[in-house]
């Protein structure tokens, strides 16, 4: 059965218009959002329906999606927020 991320994964990435686990597009045009684009688009459909589970985040530094139930991190002292683990933490990133 596939989890919570998976389902996000796979409306990221049919948002992006790649062949996500199958998903084809069968309109006029295929969709072909960025990454921050589809994102957006995911993050309003979590806040407005409970369709989408709203513990996946996406990493502010990497990009990759997690679940914040169980992985992750959240820290309001750095821009952006949400990281999906400690090698994606800026002062982790840039560290000399």
Not at 35 to 63: F, K, M, P, V, Y
Request: glycine share 8%; hydrophobic share 35%.
């Amino acid at each position: 059965m596939p989890t919570d991320r998976d389902i996000v994964q796979l409306m990221f990435d049919f948002l992006q218009g790649k062949n996500a686990a199958g998903l084809i597009f069968d309109g006029p045009h295929p969709l072909s959002l960025t990454a921050d684009q589809a994102w957006i688009a995911i993050h309003r459909i979590q806040e407005l329906n409970c369709a989408l589970s709203d513990t996946i985040e996406r990493c502010g530094n990497c990009g990759d999606l997690y679940d914040s139930d169980s992985e992750g991190i959240y820290d309001e002292s750095v821009s952006p927020f949400n990281f999906c683990g400690d090698p994606c933490r800026p002062e982790v990133c840039h560290a000399d």
